[in-house]
C-alpha cells in the first residue's frame, strides 16, 4: 500500500508538535528548578543570527499550520505570534495540534500536483504539493523543531534522542 498525502503530512506533523510541546515542559522545569527566570531561555538562541526559541516554535507551528491548509486547498489561519511565556507556546501548539487533526484525508489526498505559491520576502516560491510537503514543509519544521531542542540541549536540560522523536 502507498502511503497518502493526509498520511505523510498530518500524523507526523503532530507528532513532531506533540513531541516540540514536551521538550518545552521540560524546558520550563529546568528552568524553575534553577530559579532562573522563563524568558531568559525564551529568548535564548544558538548564535546571535538565529531566531531565539520563542520564534523557531512560531516557524515550526506557522509551517504545520499552513501545509495542511494548503495542500487542502484553503488559506491558512493566521496567528499573530505574540506568545511571551511558555503557557502561551503550548496554547499555540494545542490549537495548531487541534487545527491538523481537523482536517479529513479526504481534503488532502491528492494534493500531490496541487499548485502551491508561497509569497516571501525574498520572491515567490511555486511548488507542486507533493514537493512542498516533502522538500520544503518537512525539512522546515524539522529544523525549527531541532534547534528548539538544541536552544534547550545547550542551556543544560535533559534531553534526549527520544524525547525529539516523541511518542506515536
Known sequence: MSITMYHATVPGLVRALNALS???????????????????LLHTRITPDMFPLIRQVQIATDMAKGAVARLAGVDPIRLDDNETTFAELYARIDKVVSLLESFTPEQIDGSEDRDILLKMRTGEMHFKGQDYLLGFVLPNVYFH???????????????GKSDFIGKP
Do not use: M
Request: aromatic share 2%; net charge positive; charged share 20%.
Open 22 to 40: 514536551s521538550v518545552l515542559k521540560k524546558g520550563e522545569a529546568h528552568a524553575t528548578e534553577r530559579n532562573i527566570a522563563p524568558e531568559v
Open 145 to 159: 523543531c531541532t534547534t528548539a531542542y538544541a536552544i534547550l540541549r545547550g542551556v543544560g536540560v535533559v534531553l
